[in-house]
């Protein structure tokens, strides 16, 4: 099968992405192979791909964490019904770990289809059959976009974030797949939303979609535009996945009582934080990833229902796997860049 495969480990990641052959995979018990129809790229793709700490993976490797497809073959234990229906697979897989009270409740340890073993970057994926939801007759292109992003952007504005019709919400760093997703489901629950960049191309499109108020970021602090811009008050609930560069204006941009909710750190992990403001103002601080089955399924009905769409940057199809992974790795893309394997 054509896959798009990461030949070496190493930054940048994009020349040592090739369109190559490999065996297509066959599906364990538990399991379903997929004949892809559209994947899309997420940051995930370039950090796996440059190499992770602990996951021991051999080049060439295939990422790819949003697949969507028909399935073709089913595995041992899996119901034969499942041949022939279009899919969309939760790439965050329940490891089955038990629950710690007070520390780790079940359901919240996963690996991932596309870091932890191959991915949905080639004609055929394989994904356990109760990570998948079917999407009948949907746009396979435009689910491909929907799938991790809206997910990890739910579990942060609902699950963690808890945010409510009326609140003020600040997303930093607009133009990534999560981030406007995080920017839909906000308008979807009635928040006034808030959005930085360093272009002002990006917020001239975030403002088209919905956003109240935008910032330039050249640089500066902008914690003090936050206020200004909300009558010094600050921000209920700031959705961060850019990390350490902008971490200090995220914080002060808070309210008192404020939420900020971090799902990546694309900066850079290690920032310097404001410890007198957190505990003055009573901030709360939450971590974030993906999210399980249960709000996969409610995301996507959001999705199928026609409450919330994607935002898609490029479709192209593999050939142009490389390119895309490059338009990624400069950070030149407003929403998704999804790869179409039917043509």
Known sequence: MKAIAVMRGGAPVAPNVELVDLPEPEPGPGEVRIRTEASALNHLDLWVGAGLPGIDRPY???TGSDGVGVVDVVGDDVDPAWLGRRVMMNAAVDVGEPA?????????????IGEHGPGAMAESFVA??????DIGDADPVQAAAFGLAHLTAWRMVTTRGGVR????????GIGGGVALAALGICRHLGATVIVTSRHQWKLDRAREL???????????DWGRAVRAATGKRGVDVCLDSVGKAIHGACIRSLARGGRFV???????PDATTDLA????????LHGSTMGDMAEFREVVRLFLDGRLETVIDAVAGPE????????LERGEQFGKLVIDWRA
């Open 277 to 284: 403001r957190i505990f003055w103002n009573q901030l709360s």
């Open 165 to 172: 019709p009326g609140d003020l919400v600040l997303i930093p």
């Open 210 to 220: 919905g956003a109240a108020e935008t910032i330039l970021d050249t640089g500066e």
């Open 320 to 327: 142009a796997g490389p390119d895309q992974f490059a338009r």
């Open 128 to 133: 356990p059959a109760s990570n998948l939801v």
């Open 60 to 62: 060439p490797l295939v």
């Open 100 to 112: 710690r009270p007070g520390l780790v409740p079940a359901g919240e340890v996963f690996e991932v």
């Open 262 to 268: 971090t799902c990546g750190c694309t900066t850079g």
